[in-house]
Nanobody, 124 residues
Framework: QLHLVESGGGLVQPAGSLRLSCVAS????????LGWFRQAPGREREFVAT????????RYADSVKGRFTISRDNAKNTMSLHMNSLKPEDTAVYYC?????????????????WGQGTQVTVSS
């Protein structure tokens, strides 16, 4: 069983930066597609970013493109989300997720394993 744990959330001012981390245990992440999703209060969970098994393919939601960067380190069994130029509308609980297969996907149905989430609040 793959277990995912996020960290790195917190309170940041607009235009600030945060780095979220996702650490996996139980299995190697190397053959999984990985992604980040977020859920703001009163809204459905939405796709943020995804990365393939080797790290050479990524996809981003239009709302974060150019500001967020997803990466992975298969040797350390980790994934990260670097978030720059944060806006109040980025405020949400952020979830890391892993799915079978090594490609990329923006669809929740592609992911079988989810972390518990980490809160990101962007406010002055």
């Amino acid at each position: 069983q793959l277990h995912l744990v996020e960290s790195g959330g917190g309170l940041v001012q607009p235009a600030g930066s945060l780095r979220l981390s996702c650490v996996a245990s139980g299995r190697s992440l190397s053959s999984y597609l990985l992604g980040w999703f977020r859920q703001a209060p009163g809204r459905e969970r939405e796709f943020v970013a995804t990365i393939n098994w080797s790290g050479d393919r990524t996809r981003y939601a239009d709302s974060v493109k150019g500001r967020f960067t997803i990466s992975r380190d298969n040797a350390k069994n980790t994934m990260s989300l670097h978030m720059n130029s944060l806006k109040p509308e980025d405020t949400a609980v952020y979830y890391c997720a892993a799915g079978e297969g090594g490609g990329i996907s923006s669809y929740e149905v592609s992911y079988s394993y989810w972390g518990q989430g980490t809160q990101v609040t962007v406010s002055s």
